[in-house]
């Protein structure tokens, strides 16, 4: 019998449980019960395989790497999982694989990311390096291995951050007059709606609403793990559909199907095999070409996305709003992608406003039908 408890006199939670030789244990896993479920997986595994007092306290970041990676899977999106592992494989444990986890310093962490911009690394990439590496060793405090996180001391590199490029509504007309067969649809979700790649090439004809005019995001597409639940619990979302982009859609149907109703479980985009897009042939055959044939710069599907959110600003939508059809998973991330944007629509607002109060606009009063009062 194993059991989690949480101590009210310090807060912190704590596990209990006995052994492979029948002795009782307990052991403090911090004030996250997030934490004690992991530490407590951790030690029934060690028992059930014999193994619990007999491994090494202060394994090598290489080996509690793997032993993190197996920790949480499950609890991540496997392309998250994955992209941990390639950031420490490729960039960390060549440099400090071989250290204990008590050798590990401020200063070894320090210099790994001075070795990284030496090499010519990015500053964005260099402080996702120690964005990884502060989770992994964060564990190892919780699963009191070590006593200090020693990137606690590390200053994450400085990100000068680019505006995001988008196209005016003029220019994304352009962009949808010149697209052929099921990438007018796509672009048009794309710069209308707001959908990341990976959602798009998810998006079933269930999850559409045409009458109701709304799209719903469940789930996104990676080429490499498939479909999965949405980036974040914000990224679930439902977005409204244009009247523009609703006919698009319309005409895209009835061209697939007619007067028939499609199988809500089908695919919007697919190839010819009925499987989700290859995401090169999008980008390259199909998203390129069509900015070609339209003689507009080249720029990122992402910043389609960008270009959504643009409009939306144009159009008078607030912050918080755009934070929830964007499926962000906090107002800041909004703000400091599109602060420029919205000192602009302020800027506007603002000239406006002292137009009326300085006398330089005419306020229209709108004639009182009879019978009513001074509306003084």
């Not at 006199?9 to 006995?18: L, P």
């Not at 523009?244 to 697919?270: K, M, N, S």
Request: with cysteine; charged share 30%; proline share 5%.
């Amino acid at each position: 019998m194993a059991y989690i408890r949480r101590r009210k006199d310090t807060g912190n939670y704590v596990i209990g449980f006995r052994d492979q030789h029948g002795r009782w244990h307990e052991k403090t896993a911090g004030p996250r019960r997030k934490d004690a479920e992991v530490l407590l997986r951790r030690v029934l595994r060690e028992v059930a395989e014999g193994t619990y007092g007999k491994r090494d306290e202060n394994p090598t970041l290489a080996e509690f790497s793997d032993y993190f990676l197996r920790a949480r899977a499950g609890e991540v999106k496997a392309s998250t999982l994955e992209d941990y592992g390639r950031v420490m494989s490729l960039h960390v444990l060549p440099r400090l694989g071989k250290f204990r986890l008590r050798e590990i310093t401020p200063a070894a962490v320090q210099g790994l990311l001075l070795d990284l911009e030496g090499e010519g690394m990015s500053a964005a990439m260099r402080g996702k390096v120690l964005r990884y590496l502060k989770v992994l060793l964060r564990l190892a405090v919780r699963l009191e291995l070590i006593e200090r996180d020693p990137c606690r001391a590390a200053r994450a590199p400085k990100v000068e951050r680019k505006e995001p490029r988008f196209f005016t509504s003029e220019e994304v007309s352009c962009l949808l007059e010149a697209a052929e067969g099921y990438m007018k649809p796509l672009l048009a979700a794309a710069c209308y709606a707001g959908l990341r790649q990976g959602e798009l090439l998810a998006l079933r004809w269930g999850d559409i609403d045409l009458f109701g005019g709304t799209i719903t995001v469940t789930r996104t597409y990676h080429y490499a793990h498939g479909f999965s639940s949405p980036k974040t619990p914000a990224s679930r979302r439902t977005v409204p559909i244009i009247p523009t982009l609703r006919a698009i859609l319309e005409d895209y149907r009835r061209e697939q199907f007619g007067a028939l109703e499609p199988d809500p479980e089908r695919l919007v985009f697919l190839n010819q095999a009925g499987n989700p897009i290859d995401r090169r042939n999008l980008v390259n055959r199909g998203f390129r070409r069509a900015l070609e044939a339209a003689g507009l710069p080249e720029i990122r599907f992402h910043d389609l996305r960008h270009t959504f959110a643009s409009l939306c600003i144009e159009g008078g939508v607030d912050p918080k709003t755009l934070q929830a059809l964007l499926g962000h998973s906090s107002i800041k991330v909004t703000m400091d992608t599109y602060s420029h944007l919205y000192q602009t629509a302020f800027d506007r607002a603002s000239r406006a406003l002292e137009a009326v109060a300085s006398g330089g606009a005419k306020v229209i009063r709108m004639p009182r039908k009879e019978g009513e009062g001074d509306p003084r």
